[in-house]
């Protein structure tokens, strides 16, 4: 048993909580990254293709 922030686990629980940990840490940055160049900004671009299409 290893003593962790969580308690007492076995080290399979510890290496799942390492990693599900470096998973969260890595998915902060990628939205932090994505909202910094503009990934979510739906109004970002040219005009509205939907508007530009001709029937």
Request: net charge positive; proline share 2%.
């Amino acid at each position: 048993m290893q003593h962790t922030e969580y308690g007492y686990v076995s080290p399979t629980e510890d290496h799942c909580y390492h990693d599900l940990e470096r998973w969260l840490a890595d998915k902060k940055k990628r939205e932090r990254r994505a909202k910094k160049h503009g990934a979510f900004n739906l109004h970002k671009g040219g005009g509205d293709h939907a508007k530009s299409k001709t029937l």
